[in-house]
């Protein structure tokens, strides 16, 4: 990155990614979501035909049903690794492409952790214990054993602590979450 430095925000489902990237956001941090470029890589043609062929069910009207097809994969290893093999190295050009241009702090958010390129940055792992994930997420609208297949699909909490360069834990208040943050953005600005 030209400009400034860079950091990855990353932790499993119901950690508070999409927190820390706006307590980031409001310290003056660009935000790169990889989620979002993800969910765009899904409607260029290319890909659609090939999540046509492999899991037609989730193809309607030439358009990927996401939530079809999260049903799909993350219910199978081998087939959610099928889809990463198609959608990664669109969702790493697209954030290498990103960071290339920014200008200042920029944190990419990242919730598969076999995307990530060393190339981004730190990473910032947001952890949070299971149970609370849960009711966080179930909180948000998403059916229980949706939740549950997500987790599965996941790496373990210890496995996401091993990638981490710095761990926020989420457990606590939004303000000690913002507070957390902020100390880490002024330790990652100084160095």
Known sequence: MPDGKSL??????????SAVSG?????????????GIGHSVLTIPEVITRVALEWPEAVAGGLVDRGRLGDLVFVDPAELALLEAITHPRIQSQVDTWLEASVGPTAVEVSVPRAIRA????????????????ERTVARGM????????????????????????????????????????????????Q
Do not use: C, Y
């Not at 990855?8 to 990614?17: Q, W």
């Not at 792992?125 to 994930?133: K, L």
């Not at 902020?182 to 600005?189: A, D």
């Open 143 to 190: 059916d229980r054993s949706a939740v549950m297949a997500r987790l599965a699909a996941q790496p373990e909490r210890q496995q996401w602590l091993q990638l981490a360069d710095f761990v926020i834990s989420n457990s606590s208040s939004l303000a000690d979450l913002e507070e957390a943050v902020t100390r880490l953005s002024k330790h990652i600005l100084d």
């Open 8 to 17: 990855v925000i990353t932790g499993g489902i119901g950690t508070g990614k």
């Open 23 to 35: 307590f980031l956001g409001n310290l003056g941090w660009s935000i790169v979501d990889a989620d």
């Open 119 to 134: 190339s981004w940055g730190p990473v910032v792992v947001i952890d949070v214990p299971e149970p609370i994930r849960i």
